[in-house]
């Protein structure tokens, strides 16, 4: 009785919010104010900008590339447009910050919608606040302002729907359709949705299996119900621009081995710099390990698809540190702990904490997280733009100023840039859709910046005249040194080499003498 007349009178505070809140209160500014140049580390951000406004401009989605110097134009799937004309109608009416304060909401939701799901399950208040900061240490690499985003609170939801069913909770699977209709035309990650899907569809078997005779019945309706609703889900894919082509996108990306084993993002995590995620996974075999309580089938599912879909691919690490803790925290309720001081502090800690949490005050500093955003976008006292220390910015502006003429040759970051900051004066030859431009061009890409047999043929087939490139690359320095080509511009980031042709005589006479641009030598030490 002492113990919780203690824990009731050393609560005092009233304006304290609950823990779920919390996390996004505390979130949300870190993301936009002090994150602000990560969610624009990506140059997609600028390209998905400028086709939103091609939609916007020509009410319709386009089916070949607007962007690039090819032709005849390439085949598009823009699977991302809904998120593209979101972008664009935030950048027209806030420029970068409305667009970063939107994806900062966005990705603050997600640790506040996973602890609350993590709550329904009856996960107690300490365990679902390690587990939800854990995920959100986990997947902080992709916090950017691009579509993806999206895809986090679509698998939250679809997972936690599906649960929740199972669970026998409630049944809300007919919200699953609709939310399908929405993700296929906002990312092409709705495919993580038919993967949830089909996991509960293979789980519900396999216990349908195992079951005694006389249950096998309701088993089976329940393995309808989910294939049924599947079948919808799948229908309502369908209700997007590129219609069924949408389906075929994602299995044509992930086919081509060249694209997959050459783009950074596809590539398997590397696990010398992504800790969170090496510690989470240990977690996970920890806990595995030390729980008594047996895995069901759809649990074990859920861990093999999402854990190998993580270590395939690093850009499916998020979704893995969302699907994952539900899991976890059921595992968690098998570990039996002696009695001892140690656990003993702990669990009283535990109960102080969920005290708390019950007593929370909501409301307030949600509001007040999104009052300091919303002001600083509407007042302009915070500024978001690319950073022109890993941006070309600098490059943009001289190109702007000079209006260099024929066809180009860059790298996939700077045609990101270059799109948000020059399209249509100028044309790209790659950017950061490697899908589109599939590995054929890839292949000659690479062959030109590794020097490979045959990269001047490629530069020829194309009639590029200039080249943009990264500065401290070996690709600069190497038509640094070439006589045919001269050096017109250079800064930390990029520099512009031209074709000693008459066509860029001019050029060249007006910036004689650049050479690449280096790190300034440190001051010296007067003493």
């Known amino acids: 009785m002492r113990c919780d007349m203690e824990t009731k009178t050393s609560l005092p505070v009233p304006l304290l919010p609950p823990i779920g809140e919390l996390l996004f209160a505390v979130t949300l500014p870190i993301v936009f104010f002090a994150g602000k140049a990560r969610l624009l580390a990506d140059g997609d951000t600028g390209y998905h900008i400028r086709a939103g406004e091609y939609i916007l401009r020509t009410y319709s989605v386009p089916r070949f590339d607007i962007f690039s110097l090819h032709t005849p134009p390439l085949p598009w799937t823009a699977h991302e447009w809904l998120s593209e004309v979101i972008m664009a109608l935030l950048h027209g009416a806030g420029g ?68 929740s069913w199972r669970r026998g909770k409630f049944d809300r699977l007919y919200l699953l359709p609709p939310l399908m209709l929405l993700w296929v035309n906002l990312h092409g990650g709705y495919l993580g949705g038919f993967i949830l899907i089909a996991v509960y569809l293979a789980g519900c078997a396999a216990s349908t299996a195992t079951q005694a005779a006389g249950r096998r019945e309701e088993g089976g309706r329940n393995c309808r119900r989910v294939g049924v609703v599947g079948l919808f889900c799948l229908g309502a894919s369908l209700v997007n621009p590129a219609g069924y082509r949408i389906l075929l996108f994602p299995f044509k990306l992930v086919g081509d081995t060249y694209i997959m084993d050459h783009v950074s993002e596809f590539l398997s995590p590397n696990f010398h710099f992504m800790t969170a995620f090496r510690l989470f996974l240990l977690l ?7 729980s008594r309580k047996r895995l069901p089938a759809t649990d074990l599912l859920l861990l093999a698809a999402f854990t190998n879909m993580s270590l395939y691919s690093a850009r499916y690490i998020s979704l893995f540190a969302l699907v994952v803790p539900p899991v976890l925290s059921r595992q968690l309720q098998g570990i039996k702990l002696p009695r001892s001081p140690v656990t003993l502090f702990f669990a009283e800690r535990s109960r102080r904490l969920a005290a708390l949490d ?46 260099v003429p024929g066809n180009m040759f860059n790298n996939d970051e700077i045609g990101d840039y270059l799109i948000y900051r020059t399209f249509p004066r100028y044309r790209v030859f790659f950017d950061g859709r490697s899908d589109m431009y599939g590995s054929a061009l890839m292949k000659e890409y690479y062959r030109v910046t590794k020097f490979e047999p045959g990269w001047e043929e490629v530069l020829t087939k194309h009639r590029i005249g200039w080249v943009v490139y990264d500065t401290n690359s070996e690709f600069s320095r190497f038509l640094a040194l070439r006589r045919e080509w001269a050096l017109i511009h250079s800064d930390r980031v990029a520099s512009v080499f031209v074709r000693r042709t008459p066509l860029y005589l001019g050029l060249i006479d007006r910036h004689p003498g650049v050479t690449l641009w280096r790190d300034p030598a440190p001051p010296r030490d007067p003493a």
């Open 284 to 290: 996970v075999v920890v806990l595995l390990a030390l």
């Open 96 to 163: 970068l910050a409305a667009v970063d304060a939107f994806f900062a909401i966005v990705i603050s939701a997600c640790p506040a919608l996973l602890y609350a799901v993590l709550k329904s399950y009856g996960a107690q208040t300490a365990t679902a606040g390690a587990l939800t900061l854990g995920a959100l240490s986990t997947f902080e690499v992709h916090w950017l302002s691009r579509p993806h985003v999206f895809s986090f609170v679509f698998i939250l939801l679809f997972h936690y729907l599906l649960e």
């Open 358 to 403: 019950a007593r929370g005050r909501r409301g307030i500093w949600s509001a007040l997280a999104l009052t300091a955003v919303i002001a600083a976008v509407v007042s302009g006292k915070v500024e978001h733009r690319f950073d022109p220390k890993v941006k070309a910015v600098e490059t943009a502006e001289f190109l702007m100023r000079e209006n």
